[in-house]
């Protein structure tokens, strides 16, 4: 069974350009998750989204965004990159029963780096 | 307010030894989630274990143990005998039932254990 696969592993990207994020959940899973992971601020949540619909948000700028489409996979987007949008990105999948998941399962990461 | 605290930053073993990685959490919901998970230099997370707010059993894999006491909302890892491929960065996470399917991780202990 296939994992979480991200695209792409590693970028580069100017100050002021836009980023977009490819994530492809384990074949099954509807449920896909972003989180930012910074030596500062640690892990955190940035958004979740179901069956194409974003469930819920963490505290992050609308500059952060994403969609999921019908076939689960997901995309993030940053617009105007800051510097201190270099981080490791991870999107993690699960399974839904109700309102809760099961456990998630991870993806290798993003690593975006703002120059 | 979900809160998970990892006050061990750093932890230095050698080979064989056993290790116990404490984790402390806040929350007021009554349904929660805990988690743990493994970081090895590749970035990827990887899921060890998920438990719910009314299991309290203690579980064992393996060389892996978990002590999970609601009475002092901690829920600890330990890991005997350990080996130089234990060496990674371990997270707890707290979900809430009535927040979705976004976890609030801890700031991680990095784990290293020497031959």
């Known amino acids: ?115 | 307010a979900q809160k998970v605290t990892q006050a061990q930053t750093e932890i230095s073993v050698v080979e064989k030894e056993d290790v116990t990685l404490d984790c402390v959490y806040e929350t007021r919901d009554t349904t929660y989630y805990l988690f743990w998970y493994k970081q090895p230099p590749s970035g990827e997370l990887v899921f060890l274990i998920r438990r719910n707010s009314f299991d309290e059993q203690n579980e064992i894999s393996g060389r892996y143990s978990w002590n999970f006491q609601k009475s002092t909302s901690s829920f600890n890892f330990t890991i005997t005998a350990s080996q130089v491929v234990d060496s990674a960065v371990y997270f707890c996470a707290l979900s809430e039932a009535s927040g979705g399917n976004d976890m609030r991780f801890g700031a991680g202990t990095r784990l290293t254990v020497k031959p």
């Open chain 1, 1 to 115: 069974k296939a994992g979480v696969t991200q695209t792409p592993r590693y970028l580069i990207k100017t100050r002021g350009q836009q980023v977009t994020l490819s994530c492809s959940p384990i074949s099954g899973h509807r449920s896909v998750s972003w989180y930012q992971q910074t030596p500062g601020q640690g892990l955190q949540f940035l958004f979740e989204y179901f069956s194409e619909t974003q469930r819920n948000k963490g505290n992050f700028p609308g500059r952060f965004s994403g969609r999921q489409f019908s076939n689960s996979r997901s995309e993030m987007n940053v617009s105007t990159l800051e510097l201190g949008d270099s981080a490791l990105y991870l999107c993690a999948s699960s399974l839904v029963r109700g309102r809760v998941g099961t456990e998630a399962f991870f993806g290798q990461g993003t690593r975006l780096t703002v120059v």
